[in-house]
């Protein structure tokens, strides 16, 4: 258990439908990352928050947008969802020890 | 842009046998880091290299990072089925705090 709490774990949707991601981080973690894995793809970086503020961004379409509360939990809305979001979405904290990231079991989207 | 490659993209070998996956960055980097993920599970931190030349050993893992800080690898001695698996490698991208750019990961597949 990496700590890093995500939901929901499963989710099928229809295109053209919107979702909401949720990703709490591991306590005492101010940061989440937000990554993308498709099938037997690698981890495509999509956005990174720090105590609330975006810190970077990746490749992250325009439909898709996150964000982090003030109690830290992020949420990543999706929008106008295509066949091709179908995937794998990870969130993770980082550790201060190696600036290590600690992983979400992850939220797999199907969309159909 | 920055880029992490690593090969093979896929192995199998026989249990018992040795296995190497290699990491090659398209820049210097300050760190890299070695994730595993497992199959239908989420990537596990499993060291990080921060010196030239540096070598880590964790019971059958050895890592390396290289003289030049953009390649690594790791060996893993003696394979075993729980050795199965997708290995990561990832360095932090430069000049952007906290990033992390992980390679396409390399897939191991162990035949008992």
Known sequence: ?112 | GQQVMQIPQYQHVQEGEDFTTYCNSSTTLSNIQWYKQRPGGHPVFLIQLVKSGEVKKQKRLTFQFGEAKKNSSLHITATQTTDVGTYFCAGPRTGNTGKLIFGQGTTLQVKP
């Open chain 1, 1 to 112: 258990d990496s700590g890093v709490t995500q939901t929901p774990k499963h989710l099928i949707t229809a295109t053209g439908q919107r979702v909401t991601l949720r990703c709490s981080p591991r306590s005492g973690d101010l940061s989440v990352y937000w990554y993308q894995q498709s099938l037997d793809q690698g981890l495509q970086f999509l956005i990174h928050y720090y105590n609330g503020e975006e810190r970077a961004k990746g490749n992250i379409l325009e439909r898709f947008s996150a964000q982090q509360f003030p109690d830290l939990h992020s949420e990543l809305n999706l929008s106008s969802l295509e066949l091709g979001d179908s995937a794998l979405y990870f969130c993770a904290s980082m550790g201060t020890t190696a600036g290590e990231l600690f992983f979400g079991e992850g939220s797999r989207l199907t969309v159909l």
